[in-house]
Nanobody
Framework: VQLQASGGGLVQAGGSLRLSCAAS????????MGWFRQAPGKEREFVATITRSGVSTAYADSVNGRFTISRDNDKNTVYLQMNSLKPEDTALYYCAATTSLGLHTKAATYVYWGQGTQVTVSS
């Protein structure tokens, strides 16, 4: 299984980025997908998740209204559109996949993880 995250970069506060995560080696449409992030010296935290069909989504309070998660099951890809970025959004962003019915905001629920893509927001 491979989850290849891309789209990170350096952006000024208020700017936008779109992250992508291309999955292979798994039945993508059978997996709930999630995005997590980890800043230096901090624990990995939940950002957003989307159900297998893409009908339902959930977000961390800190990004709700600014970030949008979506997926294309034909392309085996999940996206994270990030708008109105803030310096506190700076982190390594990871995509993750799971077929578990566990708590979808917990990292431990997810089985497969990508390598991460760096997002840096300057003030």
């Amino acid at each position: 299984v491979q989850l290849q995250a891309s789209g990170g970069g350096l952006v000024q506060a208020g700017g936008s980025l779109r992250l992508s995560c291309a999955a292979s080696g798994l039945r993508f449409s059978a997996n709930r997908m999630g995005w997590f992030r980890q800043a230096p010296g901090k624990e990995r935290e939940f950002v957003a998740t989307i159900t297998r069909s893409g009908v339902s989504t959930a977000y961390a309070d800190s990004v709700n209204g600014r970030f949008t998660i979506s997926r294309d099951n034909d392309k085996n890809t999940v996206y994270l559109q990030m708008n109105s970025l803030k310096p506190e959004d700076t982190a390594l962003y990871y995509c993750a996949a799971t077929t578990s019915l566990g708590l979808h905001t917990k990292a431990a629920t997810y089985v497969y993880w990508g390598q991460g893509t760096q997002v840096t927001v300057s003030s």
